[in-house]
């Protein structure tokens, strides 16, 4: 089994800044693609940030320039700085991790979801 903890989320003013965290632990082999996701109150849950074992990064429109995804492999750690928040950033953010426990594939991962509110 694998297990995903997250934190870092916060209240934040309009223009601020938050680094979320999420450290997977348990059985892992590997780990291949890492992301970010986000869902608002009565909306979809919708990718945000996704970064690829060689690092590739790949970014919703509507965060580019203003959010960075990375990863630490020796912490099986995956991070989203995100610098000039908005309200409409206002939501629960979740990481996926796909990780290899020994069976030769990966297989998806979830977070419990951090709560990043974006208000004055």
């Known amino acids: 089994q694998v297990q995903l903890v997250e934190s870092g989320g916060d209240l934040v003013q309009p223009g601020g800044s938050l680094r979320l965290s999420c450290a997977a632990s348990g059985m892992i082999v590997s780990i291949y693609f890492m992301g970010w996701y986000r869902q608002a109150p009565g909306k979809q849950r919708e990718l945000v940030a996704t970064?690829?074992?060689?690092?590739?990064?790949n970014y919703a429109d509507f965060v580019k320039g203003r959010f960075t995804i990375s990863r630490d492999d020796a912490k099986n750690t995956v991070y989203l700085q995100m610098n000039s928040l908005k309200p409409e950033d206002t939501a629960m953010y979740y990481c996926?991790?796909?990780?290899?426990?020994?069976?030769?594939?990966?297989?998806?991962?979830w977070g419990q979801g951090t709560q990043v509110t974006v208000s004055s």
């Open positions: 970064i690829s074992k060689s690092g590739s990064t």
């Open positions: 996926n991790i796909e990780v290899d426990t020994g069976r030769g594939f990966g297989y998806d991962y």
